[in-house]
C-alpha cells in the first residue's frame, strides 16, 4: 500500500486560477513530519514546507498555503491565484522513524500546468 | 553560493561501464543521502550517511557503491552499469541525525543515460 498518495497525476489550469493539490498519507507513528517539494522544468527539488503531526495549524506563506488534517490524514497544497511560474511536478513526502533513522517517503507527484 | 552540489549534471555511458558521481554540501549537515528518481518521476530513497557512517541503505544492487571520505561529500559509484540504472540521482543533506524532523535538502541531479 502507498504510504504518500497523490491522486491528481495532472492538473492544468489557466492563470489566476486557485488549485488544489492533494496529498493522503498512512502511518503508524505518532510523530512523523510531512513535507511538500517543488520541481520545476528545470529539474531541481525544491523544499517548500515541513509541518510536524502534532501541529495542525495551516499555513500560509504568500500565495501558498498547506491545510493539514490529520482525521482525514491529508495535507493538502492550495496555490492562490495561479502563475505560469508555478508550472512544476509538486511532491508530498512522509518521514517517518521506524528505526530511528527517518526514511522520506515521497508520493508520485503531481504535475501541475499553468497556462497563460 | 550553491548549497548541495553534484558533478555531473548530465552522464552518458554505455553498458558495463563504471562511472561516479560526486554530490558535496556545504551546509555544514551531517548527513547525506541519495535517492533515485526513475522514469515516471518517482522518487526513491538509496542511501543515507551520518558523519560518514552509512545508516540507511535500501535494496540496492550492490553494483552500486556509496563512499563519504568527509561528511560534507557523498559520492555514488556504479560498477557495471545497465539499462535500468538510467535515472536521475539526487544527492541531498539533512543538518540532523537522519531523524524523523530532519530536513533534505536537494542537488541539482544528475541524469545518468545507460545505452
Known amino acids: 500500500a502507498q504510504k504518500v498518495t497523490q491522486a491528481q497525476t495532472e492538473i492544468s489550469v489557466v492563470e489566476k486560477e486557485d488549485v488544489t493539490l492533494d496529498c493522503v498519507y498512512e502511518t503508524r507513528d505518532t510523530t512523523y513530519y510531512l513535507f511538500w517539494y517543488k520541481q520545476p522544468p528545470s529539474g531541481e527539488l525544491v523544499f517548500l514546507i515541513r509541518r510536524n503531526s502534532f501541529d495542525e495549524q495551516n499555513e500560509i506563506s504568500g500565495r501558498y498555503s498547506w491545510n493539514f488534517q490529520k482525521s482525514t490524514s491529508s495535507f493538502n497544497f492550495t496555490i492562490t491565484a495561479s502563475q505560469v511560474v508555478d508550472s512544476a511536478v509538486y511532491f508530498c513526502a512522509l518521514s517517518e522513524a521506524d528505526s530511528g533513522y527517518s526514511t522520506l517517503t515521497f508520493g508520485k507527484g503531481t504535475m501541475l500546468l499553468v497556462s497563460p | 553560493d550553491t548549497a548541495v552540489s553534484q558533478t555531473p549534471k548530465y552522464l552518458v555511458t554505455q553498458m558495463g561501464n563504471d562511472k561516479s558521481i560526486k554530490c558535496e554540501q556545504n551546509l555544514g549537515h551531517d548527513t547525506m543521502y541519495w535517492y533515485k528518481q526513475d522514469s515516471k518521476k518517482f522518487l526513491k530513497i538509496m542511501f543515507s550517511y551520518n558523519n560518514k557512517e552509512l545508516i540507511i541503505n535500501e535494496t540496492v544492487p550492490n553494483r552500486f557503491s556509496p563512499k563519504s571520505p568527509d561528511k560534507a561529500h557523498l559520492n555514488l559509484h556504479i560498477n557495471s552499469l545497465e539499462l535500468g540504472d538510467s535515472a536521475v540521482y539526487f544527492c541531498?543533506?539533512?543538518?540532523?541525525?537522519?531523524?524523523?524532523?530532519?530536513?533534505?535538502?536537494f542537488g541539482p541531479g544528475t541524469r545518468l543515460t545507460v545505452l
Open positions: 541531498a543533506s539533512s543538518q540532523g541525525v537522519g531523524g524523523v524532523t530532519d530536513t533534505q535538502y
